[in-house]
C-alpha cells in the first residue's frame, strides 16, 4: 500500500515504558519480559497513522492500559467439597480460586485475548487453577475428574496463539509452571534428558548449559529448539502441539527430538493424562555453547519425559 504524502509532523507518542503493577491486567496482557520495551519507531508511528487514517490527536492520551488490580465477577462454582477433594490430592497449597491466578491461566497470546484483557472482558476463566507436584498428583486429578465429569486444561508457557488455553467449559486449569518442572533423568552415553513437561524453555537450557555442575556431566549441553517462543512456553507445550522452531538445530520439529512421552493412566477411570515427562535429544556443540541463531554450527545427537535435545561443547 503506497504512503499519502502527509505532512510530517514533529510529535511522536509518550509510550508506557514501566513495568506492570503486580496483579493488574497488564501483567497479564503484556508479552515478553516485563522490564523490557520497544516502542514503534517513527517512521512505524508514521505509517500506523497513514494506513489507519490516525492522527496525532489519537496518540495524545493513555487509554485502557490495564493498570488497575484484577477483579471481575465470575465466583468459582466449586463446592468447598469439591475444593477439599482437590486440595486432598494435591496439598491445600496447591489448589486456589483466586481471581488474578483463575485469569492469568485463562488466555493466551493472539490478539483477540490480549484486547479483551485491555478491555477487562473475561468469558472464560476456571473455577479454580492446581498446581500439580507430580505424576501421581496429576494421575489422581485425571481420575477424580473423570468420575466428577470436570472438564481440565493444561497451561504451560502462556504463548498459545490458538486459544488453546481458554477453558470454555470451566472446571480445573493445571498449572505445571510452579512445581512440574523438575530433571528426572540425564544420559551422557545416550545424550538424552528426561524432563517434566512445565520446565521452560529457559529452565531447560539452564540446565543443560550447566550439565557438569548441575547433572556431573562431562561436556555442555543445549536443547537446540528454540521456537519464536522459547521464553515463554514449556517443553510439555512445544511437544504436545509437535511444536516448530525458526532457529532449530537440525530440523524445525520438536517431535524430531523427542524419544519418548510419558502419560499416565488411572486403571480405575481409564482416562488418560497429559503428557507428564518427556524424553528429548540433545546435540554436541563447537568448543563454546552456541547461541540461538549459531546453531548452525551443532551437529545432532540426542536427548529425552517429554525428554529434549542439547548440544554439548
Known sequence: MALSKKKVSDFY?????EEAPA????SILKW???????????SLYRMMKDVFDMTD?????????GLEPVKYDHPSRFTDEQLNDLRAIV?????????????????????????????????????AVVYPRNRADIIG???????????????????????????????ITLDMRKNFNKVIRFSEHNQTITVEAGMSGPQLEE????????????????????????????????TGPRGAGPTRAATSRSRSSIRASAAGRSRAARARTPATTERLRISS????????????????ARATQPARQSTRS
Open 23 to 26: 496483579d493488574s491486567w497488564r
Open 285 to 300: 556443540s563447537a568448543r563454546n555453547m552456541s547461541p540461538p541463531w549459531a546453531l548452525s554450527r551443532a551437529t545432532s
Open 32 to 42: 515478553g519480559d516485563p522490564k523490557e520495551f520497544k516502542a514503534p519507531s517513527r
Open 207 to 238: 540446565v543443560l548449559n550447566n550439565a557438569p555442575e548441575k547433572l556431573h556431566a562431562k561436556g555442555r549441553y543445549t536443547c537446540g529448539h528454540f521456537p519464536q517462543s522459547f521464553e515463554y512456553s514449556s517443553v510439555g507445550g512445544w
Open 91 to 127: 496439598g491445600r497449597a496447591n489448589v486456589t480460586v483466586d481471581d488474578y491466578a483463575r485469569l492469568s491461566v485463562a488466555y493466551g497470546k493472539t490478539m483477540i485475548d490480549l484486547m479483551r484483557l485491555r478491555k477487562h472482558i473475561v468469558e472464560n476463566v476456571p473455577d
Open 141 to 171: 486429578l485425571v481420575k477424580y475428574c473423570t468420575e466428577h465429569k470436570i472438564p481440565m486444561y493444561v497451561y504451560g508457557g502462556g504463548s498459545s496463539v490458538t486459544r488453546g488455553v481458554e477453558p470454555v467449559c470451566g472446571g
Open 13 to 17: 507518542p509518550d509510550w508506557y515504558h
Open 57 to 65: 490527536d489519537d496518540f495524545q492520551e493513555k487509554k485502557e492500559m
